[in-house]
């Protein structure tokens, strides 16, 4: 597993406590899972999708990563509807190990975008993580 | 020491099954008919699945080779923790096989079945006896069975009571089975933290036990190997609120003769056969996990239910408080056969024997191996012992690597990464029936790993290299699953 | 004690190393008020050879022997087992192991249970088929959990009464304790279940159908399959003598989405009703909604094929109570010896064996009309059947138990409506001179 200090948090993203990441692309906003998660995680086998159209709440669970011998949950960063979910994942779900930035696992229509500015930057992020 | 027993044998290549075979052969006399030959009506009539033809002699070869790609308890040592993989006695299986009972039809009248019956009737007092309580079912097929019994009784006796609960206490030292079962009741498992000393702790109980909570699951010895010290004072608190205690009994094999369940304020139990009653585990099954209840909760019982009317045995169905059956028929009966036979070869005096030898092989196991491998719990251990790879961290080398160099000396690895309290966990359980001289030896085996692990921890990533095959992939298995070939 | 090992010397040693003055002194730990006292209450211990007459008197107490011909199915079955299955079962390298946690210790049991599992699909027509569930009845309570998940937002179920009622019996058990509502569906005049009123019952998660039935009656299932997912519900079928899949349609191809049932039929002993053998396959779609283990096929660190436990993330260990079902362990041994029977039986021996149980249960329905009984049910059947008799059979039946023959099964206990009826059935193992003994003594 990585050390904190090799760890990738890119300071274009917020993070949430439980360890997702969300960032704002136009009119909707990307969502995905940090180095961290993915790293704490290990290999990921399979990613459970919602469907286009759900809405959640901040906070409110909206599918799961799976390693070989765990299941994470996945949070919402933000309340929101689903309006698309990344497909590649559903073959490769070993992208997001590869690069869990790039490889944004939804995309939401954010139902208050004020939520985003709640969530920790890469530095307030850094500090949850040490501690 | 003594040589290890890992060796690389002879051991053959066997393809699958459809990889074989020629279209025509035949691995079983088919009697001629003597009657006219009819056919169904087209319009239901199939092809018939796509099997392979094998002679005889293809089938016993193909799982004859497969059988030298295992390992059992008749190979080796096996310190599966929580698993009692103690030697399965070899008349538990002829009794098993006595023609009558083999071929006993499950739905014929109580007057055929006299023997049948009997047997069980005397089951069920026998683990009366073992336990301490009141009543017994030994319908469910498996411990994971007997808790959704017992869940379901739990259920009843609180609809009996007028009352709806819809939480249970599982300590975090209880297995892993637990919330599941009582996830189909509809209650939501509440997790309890266990103390500094790996113990249920009272006041914690306290504060979490309510009127809107069923109860507790407690395993008793705990997952950590240790017997729950304040079970009595536990049993009184959820008692004193309504609720009920269920025991996992898979852990029995560390107090027959020493502990009565009924007076730890145990209400609903279930007992693995296939753990500690020396049932084999058959590479993951058939087991028994009969309930047994005190007698407040005896009327709950899933029904059929065997008594005894002077010498005639009879099944009663008229109970109408019951939870109904969990099995088509009555449970996975061959194995309380075997499970009967062990009981009566050894008696009362072996029984306690048993346990006794259990609790001893564990503690000096733990005594020998404390220096080695950090030891989170010191204290007097029951039937098993819980180690982490808190030592080794340092060395880059973690418990799967000392648990897969294990294979090359041919033990099998102990459970790994259970119980999740314990980091990195390595739970040793050497059950009763390994002699002193075997256990020394793995214990030198394990001491020459961890030297190994210091001088050439390679030689642990690397592990197994003498088994049949090297660390399979099984994220490439999750991943791209092929389930079917 | 012969199972336990340890010299009086050997237990001083111990002690000594693990500081205890004795054996009783290793519980210190445990409370004086928790304690048993005295001895437990049990038989004084048996030798080997007293165990063995001790069995024999037990095994004499039977009154139907190894002798008796047994014309009773009910969900199990007496087939002929080859002794090269009993022997391939009892290697001890696969009895005495445990479930496969370390794959490289357990390639034997892993390859076994693949091999099981895509038999099992194959005989069924589906995808892909678990490692086993414990029994017929607990896979059909576990199936039809596993509609309500994929249905999620439909809370009843439909249940056909053609299922074995102690199947149907465990149902209600396992879900007393659920929100949900279970929905018995009749059996028609014909003998198969009567879908008609299938919409009445508003919107059900899945529908379970059992073929042939409790009955002996086989199923329209293609039929039945269209109905019932017109109204949105998973469909379900359920067996309990898979032996006839050699013969007509497999629920596959009737467009089943989950099959399960109890596979004792395929090599196992009737062992008064268990072990017996849960089988549960799926379509691909639901793979990650079973219950149970599944082994997959990977590669090891040279990239040679090998087989480990897979998609564990469902099972109760790891997703605790969001688990697909609390089962850990299963039938393992019951399923490697199926898979044995299978392969030894093949395709060509199978459909052979099928046609034979077929043709046993034809030509005595076709006695039995000409001795003036009636055979309650049009429909084709398999190897069970249902006979009313135009007099009291009783004394008939009590007779032929004497001459051996335990001829049928009343189900009246089953089905008030048909008390007057008994359940036959015939497979390899009854020959022609014991159905004409039946009918000999029916036309008196």
Same mark, same amino acid.
């Given at each position: ?131 | ?485 | ?251 596959? /191809? ?7 049932? *109890? +596979?004792?039929?395929? %090599? #196992? ?5 268990? &072990? ?117 059979? /009783? ?7 004497? *001459? +051996?023959?335990?001829? %049928? #099964? ?5 089905? &008030? ?28």
């Amino acid at each position: 597993m990585k050390e904190l200090n090799e760890l990738n948090l890119p300071a274009n993203v917020r993070y949430t406590e439980d360890h997702e990441w969300a960032k704002i692309v136009g009119s909707t906003v990307r969502i995905g899972v940090s180095d961290y998660a993915q790293d704490q995680l290990g290999d990921i086998v399979f990613v459970e999708f919602p469907e286009v159209g759900d809405s959640f709440e901040q906070g409110e669970e909206f599918g799961s990563l799976e390693s070989v011998k765990a299941v994470s949950e996945l949070y919402l960063p933000l309340s929101g509807e689903i309006v698309a979910i990344n497909e590649d994942l559903a073959d490769s779900p070993e992208l997001i190990n590869e690069d869990p930035y790039v490889n944004w696992i939804v995309e939401i229509k954010p139902a208050d975008k004020s939520e985003f500015e709640e969530l920790m930057n890469a530095e307030q992020y850094m500090d949850m993580l040490e501690g | 020491m003594k040589t290890a027993p890992g060796a690389s044998g002879l051991i053959m290549n066997e393809p699958l099954l459809w990889e074989k075979g020629k279209k025509g052969r035949k691995g079983m006399s088919i009697p001629a008919a003597d009657v006219p030959l009819a056919t169904p009506e087209a319009a239901l009539a199939g092809a018939g699945p796509d099997f392979p033809d094998l002679s005889e002699i293809d089938v016993i070869r193909h799982y004859t080779r497969l059988s030298q790609w295992n390992f059992g308890v008749d190979t080796g040592l096996y310190p599966l923790g929580s698993c009692t993989m103690k030697y399965n006695p070899k008349t538990n299986e002829k009794q098993a096989a006595t023609p009558a009972i083999a071929a006993a039809h499950p739905m014929l009248d109580d007057e055929y079945v006299q023997g049948t019956l009997r047997i069980m009737y005397e089951l069920q007092q026998y683990l009366i006896n073992i336990t301490g309580m009141a009543a017994a079912t030994l319908q469910p097929s498996a411990g994971a069975q007997g808790e959704l019994t017992g869940m379901l009784i739990f259920d009843a006796y609180h609809k009996s009571k007028g009352s709806k609960r819809n939480k249970i206490l599982i300590p975090d030292t209880a297995h892993g089975t637990n919330p599941a079962s009582a996830a189909l009741c509809g209650y939501k498992p509440v997790p309890v933290a266990s103390n500094a000393e790996g113990m249920l702790d009272v006041e914690t109980v306290k504060a979490l036990m309510d009127e809107e909570t069923a109860g507790i699951m407690v395993t008793n010895p705990n997952t950590l190997g240790l017997f729950e010290e304040n079970i009595r004072a536990v049993a009184e608190i959820v008692h004193a609120k309504g609720g009920l205690v269920y025991g996992d009994g898979a852990n029995m094999n560390a107090i027959m003769g020493i502990v009565d369940l009924s007076k730890c304020g145990v209400d609903v139990m279930h007992l693995n056969l296939h753990k500690t009653f020396s049932t084999p585990h058959g590479g993951g099954g058939p087991g028994a996990g009969p309930v047994c209840v005190v007698e407040k909760l005896a009327r709950f019982l899933p029904i059929p239910h065997v008594k005894k009317d002077g010498d005639t045995y009879r099944l009663d169905w008229d109970n109408p408080d019951s939870i109904g059956r969990v099995h088509g028929y009555h449970g996975n009966y061959g194995v309380l056969v075997k499970a009967y036979s062990y009981i009566l070869s050894m008696g009362a005096a072996n029984l306690k024997k048993a346990s006794q030898l259990a609790v001893l092989n564990a503690n000096y196991i733990k005594e020998r191996l404390k220096g080695a491998l950090h030891l989170p719990y010191d204290r007097p251990c029951m039937h098993e012992c819980v180690f982490s790879d808190e030592k080794q961290h340092e060395l880059k080398v973690a418990t799967l690597d000392i648990a897969k160099r294990l294979i090359d000396y041919g033990y099998h690895p102990p459970t790994v990464y259970f119980p999740l309290v314990v980091h990195g966990a390595i739970m040793i359980e050497p059950t009763e029936t390994e002699c002193k001289e075997d256990i020394d030896q793995f214990i030198d085996t394990i001491l020459l790993i961890l030297q190994e692990a210091k001088e050439n921890p390679q030689l642990l990533y690397d592990a197994p290299v003498m088994a049949k095959r090297k660390r399979l992939d099984e994220t490439l298995a999750a991943r791209k699953p092929c389930l079917c070939g | 004690m012969r199972y336990l090992p340890h010299t009086e010397e050997e237990i001083a040693e111990m002690l000594a190393t693990v500081g205890s003055d004795s054996l009783e002194g290793l519980f210190d730990t445990i409370p004086a008020d928790c304690r048993m006292t005295g001895e437990i209450e049990l038989p004084p211990a048996m030798t080997e050879w007293q165990l063995d007459d001790h069995m024999a008197g037990i095994s004499a107490q039977m009154k139907v022997t190894t002798c008796h011909k047994v014309m009773v199915g009910a969900g199990i079955y007496h087939h002929f087992v080859p002794e090269s299955i009993r022997t391939l079962a009892s290697r001890s390298e696969f009895l005495t192991a445990y479930t496969p946690y370390q794959p490289e210790m357990a390639q034997g049991t892993l390859q076994g249970i693949f091999e099981y599992q895509t038999l099992t699909a194959r005989l069924l027509g589906m995808d892909v088929a678990n490692a086993s569930i414990y029994d017929g009845g607990a896979a059909l309570a576990e199936a039809l959990l596993m509609g309500l998940r994929i249905n999620k937002k439909r809370k009843k179920i439909g249940v056909s009464k053609g299922i074995h009622p102690h199947h149907r019996q465990v149902v209600r058990t396992y879900l007393q304790a659920t929100e949900f509502e279970i929905v018995e569906l009749p059996i028609g005049a014909d003998g198969r279940t009567d879908l008609g009123e299938l919409a009445d019952h508003g919107e059900l998660a899945a529908v379970a159908i059992q073929s042939p039935n409790f009955l002996g009656v086989i199923e329209d299932l293609t039929q039945a399959g269209v109905a019932i997912h017109e109204t949105g519900a998973i469909f379900i079928t359920s067996f309990t003598e898979p032996l006839a899949y050699g013969l007509v349609k497999n629920p596959g /191809e009737c467009g089943a989405d989950i099959v399960c049932g *109890e +596979g004792q039929s395929l %090599g #196992l002993s009737r062992s008064f009703g268990g &072990p017996g053998l849960g089988m549960f396959a799926c379509k691909d779609a639901f793979t990650r909604n079973m219950p149970g283990r599944l082994v997959g096929e990977t590669v090891d660190r040279d990239g040679r094929r090998g087989f480990v436990l897979t998609l564990s993330t469902r099972e109760q260990h790891i997703r605790r109570e969001k688990a697909t079902s609390n089962i850990c362990s299963n039938q393992g041994i019951c399923a490697m010896m199926a898979g044995m029977y299978m392969a030894s039986l093949g395709g060509t021996g199978l459909r052979e064996l099928a046609q034979l149980n077929f043709s046993k249960a034809e030509y005595m329905k076709a006695e039995l009309k000409k001795a003036g009984a009636e055979i309650v049910f049009d429909s084709p059947t398999f190897n069970e059947f249902l006979v009313r008799f135009p007099k009291d059979f /009783e004394t008939t039946r009590k007779k032929l138990f004497d *001459e +051996g023959i335990v001829a %049928g #099964l009343k189900v009246g206990k089953y089905y &008030p409506q048909l008390k007057d009826c008994y359940l036959f059935c015939t497979t390899e193992t009854v020959t022609k001179a014991d159905i004409d003994k039946v009918v000999q003594e029916v036309s008196r």
